[in-house]
């Protein structure tokens, strides 16, 4: 049986349309803040956390906006909002 790997983040935006990215130091490239949904805790808890982590401020993070997937590494492509952007 697959392990599920569940991560949440969340898109800001400024005034222009601009999305923010952040360039973590742990992984090559850029993306949204965000990451991985500790056990027991819920995806909306995590994003907070994690942009929390990140960015060092306190948001009120809004409703589901996305469900995407992704096969494990190795697997196939990578069929995510990153790769399309």
């Known amino acids: ?16 349309g ?19 949904v500790e056990p027991g ?7 907070i956390r994690e942009v929390r982590e990140e960015l060092g401020i306190t948001p009120d993070i809004g409703g589901l906006l996305v469900v995407d997937w992704a096969p494990a590494q190795g697997a196939g492509p990578l069929h995510s909002l990153m790769a399309r952007l």
Not at 1 to 16: H, I, K, N, S, Y
Not at 41 to 47: H, L, V, W, Y
Request: charged share 20%; hydrophobic share 50%.
């Open 18 to 36: 601009n999305v923010l990215l952040v360039k973590p130091a742990y992984k090559a490239g850029w993306d949204i803040p965000g990451g991985y």
């Open 41 to 47: 805790e819920s995806p909306r808890a995590a994003c």
């Open 1 to 16: 049986m697959a392990t599920p790997r569940v991560a949440a983040g969340a898109l800001f935006f400024d005034e222009a």
